[in-house]
């Protein structure tokens, strides 16, 4: 009904003894909807084909258990792995490009198989601008500094569809991007960068030509707020180092600010305006190697106690939840997370990769534990 999506604050759902606040902004993006939408298409239109995917086609493993259930195999894992030799493909098989999308060089070994890569490819759209700025800028002389985890499957695809046209390196977050500002001033000796950001520049990079012109983009999944501040902190650095002012900032600096996802930006927004109401907890749903849920769970722990969980069966009871500590890498399991007063206020939201129906089951299982006097179907009847 926001047509405009001006409008981030919560949906209050009023169980009585419990009350969840919902983000009004949660789960599937258009990126990762369009995606599963090809790959079930493509299980349709040919039956009796193999069928691949090139990774996990997102980060929930109730979506990618289920493409394997219906005969989809992986060919790598998200870090890059192979499963399965390229070399046991041939031209009659089929590989889906997953939506974060994939290296060119991963394209070429497809292409010289006689995979037809184009037509089964569900590279984001929002991915895909990234990649298409990227090129804009390089024609441009613009070296692109991509704001990304090196490992992650979009970030190592951005890389080289940005290497291809231009020197480029990636940056983990502020810190790197500091140290980085310290080889556009001159205050570290050049040498010393091949070891600091090793596997994360493009081939030839040179650290005295490299970094007179930049621009900045994203692997999408990462925080808005925090690319854009890395963006900010380069430009000032630029502008402080060259000395420029007006229009002559653009000569040495590009404006990307419109490579920023739409749909990461909203759930994020949405998050920050869920954060407004009143709650003793939050939990986020999604799954545990999702980037952009791990950003939506670190906006949440700024605030208050936090819960990320993969579905409703990592709650345990009334009295304990199984979650995943993403600093540490590990579930652990916390006895009292519902606490014991009178209405207990939660608020909840999900990453971009998470299904819908299991932010329900989540919804269902938590009111099961409360003496409530409405359903959540007639809940969810109020809003329709």
């Known amino acids: ?37 090809i790959a079930f298409r493509t299980l349709e239109e040919h039956p009796g084909k193999r069928i691949y995917l090139l990774s996990e086609m997102i980060h929930n493993p109730q979506v990618n258990a289920d493409l394997q259930s219906h005969g989809i195999h992986f060919l790598q894992d998200t870090h890059g792995h192979q499963l399965i030799p390229f070399d046991s493909l041939t031209g009659e098989d089929i590989v889906l490009i997953p939506a974060f999308g994939t290296t060119l060089e991963i394209e070429q070994q497809l292409k010289d198989i006689g995979i037809p890569v184009e037509k089964f490819n569900t590279t984001c759209p929002f991915v895909e601008k990234v990649w298409n700025r990227s090129a804009q800028i390089a024609s441009n002389d613009y070296t692109i500094i991509i704001h990304g985890k090196p490992g992650h499957e979009e970030t190592r695809a951005t890389f080289s569809h940005a290497a291809f046209h231009n020197a480029s390196v990636i940056v983990r977050d502020m810190a790197q991007t500091q140290e980085l500002s310290k080889y556009i001033t001159g205050e570290k000796d050049p040498a010393s960068f091949y070891e600091s950001f090793k596997g994360q520049y493009s081939k030839g990079f040179d650290v005295g030509r490299d970094l007179q012109k930049i621009g900045v983009v994203n692997q999408t999944t990462m925080l808005a707020s925090d690319t854009q501040a890395i963006a900010d902190y380069l430009k000032d650095v630029i502008i402080r180092h060259f000395n420029l002012s007006g ?88 006895p009292g997370f519902l606490p014991e007063k009178e209405t207990v206020q939660i608020l909840l939201t999900s990453g971009a990769s998470c299904p819908d129906a ?18 959540l179907e007639k809940m969810i009847a109020q809003f329709q």
Do not use: W
């Open 1 to 37: 009904m926001d047509k405009m999506k001006k409008d981030f604050s919560p949906t209050l759902l009023d169980f009585g003894p419990v009350q969840i606040f919902l983000a009004r902004h949660f789960g599937f993006c258009y990126g990762v909807e369009n995606a599963i939408e």
């Open 247 to 334: 229009a002559a900032v653009a000569e040495r600096f590009a404006d990307t600010r419109d490579t920023l996802c739409y749909a990461t930006h909203d759930n994020q927004t949405a998050v920050k305006g869920l954060l407004e109401a009143k709650a003793d907890l939050a939990i986020v749903v999604g799954g545990y190697n999702s980037s952009n849920t791990s950003h939506l769970v670190e906006l949440c722990e700024e605030r208050l106690p936090t819960y990320f969980i993969s579905n409703e069966d990592k709650i345990l009871s009334a009295k304990a939840i199984s979650h995943y500590d993403f600093h540490l890498k590990k579930e652990r399991v916390t």
């Open 358 to 375: 299991i932010v329900e089951k989540v919804i269902e299982k938590i009111t099961s534990y409360f003496d409530i006097s409405l359903p």
